[in-house]
């Protein structure tokens, strides 16, 4: 058995492994999807109650019929009923704390073995974010490479670093990291491996925070993380922490825009988010991330 062969049956056997928690991870989201919606549809109802009861407050409203209530208060002029005004059925900030505490979950859908399994393929280990619908979203486990996200942007003016690419924008549709990552990254994988490579309706949202659009969504085989998977599939900082080549902490590339047009967000080497980004003519690692059909 040669080299390749044997990288093969080590891929195959990982995934017929990852595929034995399929159904486990698919009960586990249903579990959490549904305690979300209900604590979101109390969220509704409550709020709903605590409106009409400050409403009967200020009205002086029997909470029994709507009829008016007597010069005291206390009493109803249509129903003849004693009235005790309803208190809030909930403090909101309790249900909401508990909807934070369900989405905080959805991070431990995967169990801590899966997360422990490494993917062998292409000369790298990959780690599995996610199992899905027969599919299983793996990171590269290290950054494989140092690349510039769009070196080729356009300088606009050089009077100073502070407007140096002032009116030159890029996004993850246009960039040329994606360009390689689909052509010549995927293309150096083996045909056993690009077989089972699904492509990806990739979703660019905005950074909510500068308000910079995302850019246009994508179909790709490979594609970076966004802000938004960084958030949802780490619970730590610690754990986005990726080291490189030197076996050195660096930080890396996601695919949603910074501050700026012309700046993307990263994960840097102490693992927190950096919304602001870096420029995108600037090298920064790579961890390329799939799709990967079981």
Not at 10 to 39: G, N, P, S
Not at 251 to 263: A, D, I, K, T, V
């Amino acid at each position: 058995m040669d080299k390749s062969e044997q990288e093969n049956t080590r891929f195959d056997m990982a995934v017929a492994e990852l595929r034995l928690y399929e159904e486990r991870v698919i009960t586990k989201r249903e579990e959490i999807t549904k305690q979300q919606a209900e604590l979101k549809m109390f969220i509704y109802d409550s709020e709903k109650w605590n409106t009409q009861t400050a409403e009967w407050e200020r009205q002086k409203l029997c909470p029994h019929c709507g009829g008016a209530l007597g010069i005291f208060g206390r009493k109803c002029k249509v129903c003849k009923k004693t009235v005790s005004m309803p208190v809030k059925r909930v403090p909101t900030w309790e249900a909401r704390k508990a909807i934070l505490s369900a989405k905080e979950m959805m991070g431990e859908i995967i169990p801590p073995e899966v997360h422990a399994l490494r993917i062998p393929f292409g000369g790298y280990d990959w780690r599995v974010l996610d199992i899905e619908k027969g599919k299983a979203l793996l990171l590269s486990d290290k950054i494989i490479e140092c690349r510039a996200y769009a070196p080729g942007l356009r300088l606009v003016s050089e009077d100073s670093y502070e407007h140096y690419f002032v009116g030159s924008t890029t996004t993850w549709f246009d960039c040329s990291l994606r360009r390689y990552l689909n052509a010549e990254f995927y293309q150096s994988l083996n045909e056993h491996v690009k077989a089972r490579i699904a492509e990806t309706t990739v979703v660019n949202g905005d950074n909510f925070v500068y308000k910079i659009d995302g850019g246009k969504d994508t179909h790709d085989k490979i594609f970076l993380l966004s802000i938004d998977e960084a958030v949802r599939y780490f619970q730590g900082e610690g754990l986005r922490i990726a080291k490189d080549d030197a076996d050195e902490a660096a930080s890396w590339w996601l695919r949603s825009p910074g501050c700026e047009g012309y700046n993307v967000a990263t994960v840097v080497s102490g693992g927190y988010i950096n919304w602001e980004g870096s420029f995108a003519k600037l090298e920064r690692g790579v961890r390329p991330a799939l799709w990967l059909s079981l």
